[in-house]
């Protein structure tokens, strides 16, 4: 589902959408590119040759479990 449709869905436009999900992440920002990517670069070296079957959220804290 695209930004658009699932902005739509909630009522609002998609920079509507995007600034209350920025209000309601714990760290109040949206996460930058080079964060995510870091974390790839994580998950792909040797030092995560251990970590198996975990779900990593890179979301800034909007996700809760």
Known sequence: ESGEAA??????????????FT???AIKR???VEEVAA???LLASDVASGITGSLLSVDGGTAAY
């Open 7 to 20: 902005a739509a869905a909630m009522g609002k436009t998609f920079d509507e959408m995007v600034a209350q």
């Open 23 to 25: 209000e309601e992440s």
């Open 30 to 32: 949206q996460n930058s």
């Open 39 to 41: 974390m790839a670069v």
